[in-house]
T-cell receptor, first 113, second 113 residues
């Protein structure tokens, strides 16, 4: 089955700097890759997603890149702000029929003022 | 649109009791997914349901756990004869269809004492 790895597990950056989180997946059939942000005690919230027919997608300060050949995708956050502090999860969908994602283990991002 | 609603938010059960977790998907969504999250860990897929059908239960323990999504009413995740190791946050998510964005509920935090 699908296996998703995520690095780093923790990341601290100064406010205004960029943050990059990387994920790899194992199943070449995976074709949908969302990123979720989870603040302490709250629900995971979708922040950006990318499909396998696209190499890059950007939404304001957030961007995601996908390399299908290498089976890895990355989240880039520019001009980080304290409210970006949270746990970020990448995921890969293992079926065309639903979002039974396999999630990465998460990255705890701390943005220091 | 009220979003994905889960109840109860917190549930305490003694070992050996049954736990019933409810999830009402977003209006118009017919796909429901259940995930388990242990403290400081990622989200583990449990089961994917469409109305009245279990599509994928590959992440569900074979014993004591069951899920349903009846024609009318919320999806139910049922855990029989709970044990301490069942203590976790259980999140459900819903989507409009396969391979579309999934939105999470607030989760039910189950504590087994």
């Amino acid at each position: 089955g699908e296996n998703v790895e995520q690095h780093p597990s923790t990341l601290s950056v100064q406010e205004g700097d960029s943050a990059v989180i990387k994920c790899t997946y194992s199943d070449s059939a995976s074709n949908y890759f969302p990123w979720y942000k989870q603040e302490l005690g709250k629900r995971p919230q979708l922040i950006i997603d990318i499909r396998s027919n696209v190499g890059e997608k950007k939404d304001q300060r957030i961007a995601v890149t996908l390399n299908k050949t290498a089976k890895h995708f990355s989240l880039h956050i520019t001009e980080t702000q304290p409210e970006d502090s949270a746990v970020y999860f990448c995921a890969a969908s293992i079926s065309n029929y639903g979002q039974n994602f396999v999630f990465g283990p998460g990255t705890r991002l701390s943005v220091l003022p | 649109n009220a979003g994905v609603m889960q109840n109860p938010r917190h549930l305490v059960r003694r070992r050996g009791q049954e736990a019933r977790l409810r999830c009402s998907p977003m209006k118009g969504h017919s796909h429901v997914y259940w995930y388990r999250q242990l403290p400081e860990e990622g989200l583990k897929f449990m089961v994917y349901l469409q109305k009245e059908n279990i599509i994928d239960e590959s992440g569900m323990p074979k014993e004591r756990f069951s899920a349903e999504f009846p024609k009318e009413g919320p999806s139910i995740l049922r855990i029989q004869q709970v044990v301490r190791g069942d203590s976790a946050a259980y999140f459900c998510a819903s989507s409009l269809g396969g391979n579309t964005e999934a939105f999470f509920g607030q989760g039910t935090r189950l504590t087994v004492v």
